[in-house]
T-cell receptor
């Protein structure tokens, strides 16, 4: 079974509007962390936001927020007030406490294209 | 702002040749990783490295792969005899700490093309 599932391969969003990127995960580990990374066309992976499984509040970082629904095992990324520079691939990733070596498991990504 | 630096940005190599991908992690980071991304596919974990030894490796990381921290600043990934299916973007990453909240900072990647 896939550990991280991103069901939206691609999506368009109008500049200045908000967009929600879906991420569901599968783990039996009670302690885990969820990460979102941005990959622009230049290829680098940029860390955006983190949510821990025991965090009581949804994480926020500037225009990024994470809609964490633990019972549903979902950790959707919300980008508010989209900008043209937000056009990129977005990856959801998970780290499980039982996973040795701090490794991250990534989803397949969602490509976002912001339209002017 | 400190960053992870990878060289070269693009490498083309003949099948069967050895290739070394180089990375300079962020200077006060202690945990180092290699990931790869085959074109159009998801990012996959290869190996993690701490205290001069491998702490975890995936099934992809077979005997053809090795990692080294030769001089306290560089972190290298060697592929001994490249295969066509090794063509991918290879990302180096580092983190300052361990644990659940330890975000990994990635380099810009090396695109390896095996011909």
């Amino acid at each position: 079974a896939q550990k991280i599932t991103q069901t939206q391969p691609g999506m368009f969003v109008q500049e200045k509007e908000a967009v929600t990127l879906d991420c569901t995960y599968d783990t039996s580990d009670p302690s885990y962390g969820l990460f979102w990374y941005k990959q622009p066309s230049s290829g680098e992976m940029i860390f955006l936001i983190y949510q821990g499984s025991y965090d009581q509040q949804n994480a926020t970082e500037g225009r990024y927020s994470l809609n964490f629904q633990k019972a549903r095992k979902s950790a959707n990324l919300v980008i508010s007030a989209s900008q043209l520079g937000d056009s990129a691939m977005y990856f959801c990733a998970m780290r499980e406490s039982k996973a040795a070596g701090n490794k991250l498991t990534f989803g397949g990504g969602t490509r976002v294209l912001v339209k002017p | 702002e400190p960053e992870v630096t990878q060289t070269p940005s693009h490498q083309v190599t003949q099948m069967g040749q050895e290739v070394i991908l180089r990375c300079v992690p962020i200077s006060n980071h202690l945990y180092f990783y290699w990931y790869r991304q085959i074109l159009g596919q998801k990012v996959e974990f290869l190996v993690s490295f701490y205290n001069n030894e491998i702490s975890e490796k995936s099934e992809i990381f077979d005997d053809q792969f090795s990692v080294e921290r030769p001089d306290g600043s560089n972190f290298t990934l060697k592929i001994r005899s490249t295969k066509l299916e090794d063509s991918a973007m290879y990302f180096c990453a580092s983190s300052r700490r361990t644990g659940m909240v330890a975000e990994a900072f990635f380099g810009q990647g090396t695109r390896l093309t095996v011909v």
